[in-house]
């Protein structure tokens, strides 16, 4: 079922000032899709909750509208839109066994007990909890409690699903796994979906699309690889996973070889090509050339010793930190600017581990360079 919340805005009476108001949303539209698993992301305070209890119906917007498939709810009360909302409390009742919990909605709703009995043994199976049906709440882990959970919210096939970080009291391992879970859970019931999470990358794992909120505003909608490689703005780039900014100017806008959108000059007036652009900008704008630090490589620091093949050598510096995390080895380098370079360096045992002190360079390819507005 489709969800769409046209110009809302949530005032709440502000706890800093006596008698004065704070929009914890403001101007929202969006419009999730049939059977699309959309997430809410952003810092602390947002306005991702407002926004998901907006939709079940614990809160209506001061403004706006908001409408579940054909029909306007904002008068609907919550226990008639079918929108089944999963906490990260999991609010399973301790008293029942598993299969009981999972059934309970649909006995609410007074279905036959043959009916309930292979319901509820479906959605177990697909959950992988088929055995722990007549176990205690107290007798599972976190990970089993939170999948008793989510399979009593799917076994209802609410028009809507809304979570509101529910695996943020789990292991970071576990939460590896569950994100995976409610990912695989969520296709087989196709069921329309609304994610919280201030998690970037459990964002990225669930998500067909991505909103990103700050102070009450959308800053940005867009696929896992568009919130990522084509952020619109400085605040979604540094959002979402470290980002290295270099002050330029625009030089120009063409269609140059594929993956190559332009070219930029930097604060010493070399050209350099890029391999795309955000929106809104135009030849002679000051703008940010944008690099991730795994899009980064880095050389010995010796002319030319980097410039093989499709890389662009940016400049050099001295490594300030250099720390190894098995898999990887997360550098800062110093090169005169405010701001340290952020690189990563993937595979560690196949590449040269740099140590603190040593000269490096470091150079790109065109089409992991991005430029955002200056604003
Ligand atoms: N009932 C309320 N009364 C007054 N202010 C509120 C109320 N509920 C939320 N707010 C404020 O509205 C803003 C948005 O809150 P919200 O709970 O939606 O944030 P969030 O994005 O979910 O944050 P978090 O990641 O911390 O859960 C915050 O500034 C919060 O303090
Ligand atoms: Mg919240």
């Excluded at 409610?182 to 970037?200: A, K, L, M, N």
């Excluded at 140590?355 to 065109?366: D, L, M, N, P, Q």
Aim: contains cysteine; charged residues 25%; neutral net charge.
């Amino acid at each position: 079922m489709s969800v769409r919340l046209i110009d809302i805005r949530k005032e709440f009476p502000d706890p800093e000032r006596e008698g004065g108001i704070m929009n914890a949303v403001l101007g929202m539209n969006l419009e999730i899709k049939d059977g699309e698993f959309l997430t809410l992301l952003g810092p602390s305070g947002c306005g991702k909750t407002t926004t998901l209890r907006m939709i079940a119906g614990f809160e209506s917007p001061t403004e706006g509208e908001i409408w579940i498939g054909g029909e306007k709810v904002n008068d609907v009360p919550p226990n008639k839109r079918d929108t089944t909302m999963v906490f990260q409390s999991y609010a399973i009742f301790p008293h029942m066994s598993v299969a009981q919990n999972v059934g309970f909605g649909l006995e609410l709703k007074g279905r036959p007990k043959a009916e309930i009995a292979s319901e509820v043994d479906k959605v177990m199976r697909v959950m992988g909890i088929a055995e722990l049906g007549r176990r205690r709440p107290d007798q599972l882990s976190g990970g089993q409690q939170q999948r008793v959970a989510l399979a009593r919210a799917v076994v209802n096939k609410p028009r809507v699903l809304l979570f509101d970080e529910p695996l943020s009291n789990l292991d970071a391992k576990l939460r590896e796994t569950m994100r995976v879970e409610i990912r695989r859970i969520q296709q087989t019931f196709g069921i329309t979906s609304v994610y919280v999470t201030h998690d970037q990358a459990e964002a990225m794992t669930v998500s067909d699309r991505i909103v990103v909120m700050e102070k009450g505003r959308v800053m940005q909608v867009g696929t896992p690889f568009e919130v990522y490689s084509r952020p619109n703005c400085r605040f979604v780039a540094d959002f979402i996973g470290k980002v290295n900014l270099f002050p330029v100017r625009i030089a120009a806008v063409a269609d140059g070889p594929e993956g190559v959108a332009g070219t930029v000059r930097d604060s010493s007036g070399r050209l350099l090509p890029v391999g795309s652009f955000g929106a809104g900008i135009g030849v002679g704008d000051e703008a940010f050339l944008t690099i991730r630090p795994e899009s980064l490589k880095l050389g010995a620091g010796l002319p030319g010793e980097v410039g093989l093949g499709e890389s662009v050598e940016l400049g050099t510096g001295k490594v300030t930190k250099a720390v190894y995390l098995g898999s990887l080895v997360e550098y800062e380098i110093d090169s005169g600017g405010d701001k340290p370079i952020q690189a990563v360096s993937y595979d560690p045992i196949d590449s040269r581990f740099y140590k603190v002190g040593e000269r490096v360079s470091f150079s790109y390819a065109a089409r992991a360079a991005h430029v955002l507005r200056k604003d």
